[in-house]
């Protein structure tokens, strides 16, 4: 019901874009956030929106380079990476949480299938 894509590879510096599309269910209603999981890593916070937009969290690690948005019309919530370390290489995920905003994982009901990005120093 949710699926991530634009990962890819990229230089250290560069940019990508990382989507969300739901299918399914419409979840314009629903937090949205992004998870990451690093090789040999748990999985992580890294950002998260209210259903409306209105209202944002991030990772320390991401403040200032990563901005997630949304277009409920589109049933999409975007990732926007830019200034791309190394340290962002790992598989992202987006979640859905019907509760409302939250950096914790297990507050997240729906779960995408993950998006590899690759950072190269």
């Known amino acids: 019901q949710l699926q991530a894509s634009g990962g890819g590879l990229a230089q250290a510096g560069g940019s990508l874009r990382l989507s969300c599309a739901a299918s399914?269910?419409?979840?314009?209603?629903?937090?949205m956030g992004w998870f990451h999981r690093a090789p040999g890593k748990e999985r992580e916070f890294v950002s998260a929106?209210?259903?409306?937009?209105?209202?944002?969290y991030y990772a320390d690690s991401v403040k200032g380079r990563f901005t997630i948005s949304r277009d409920n019309a589109k049933n999409t919530v975007y990732l926007q990476m830019n200034s791309l370390k190394p340290e962002d290489t790992a598989v992202y995920y987006c979640?859905?949480?019907?509760?409302?905003?939250?950096?914790?994982?297990?507050?997240?009901?729906?779960w995408g299938q993950g998006t590899q990005v690759t950072v190269s120093s």
């Open positions: 929106i209210s259903w409306r937009g209105g209202s944002t």
């Open positions: 979640a859905a949480d019907p509760g409302g905003l939250h950096r914790a994982s297990e507050r997240y009901r729906y």
């Open positions: 399914g269910r419409t979840f314009s209603s629903y937090a």
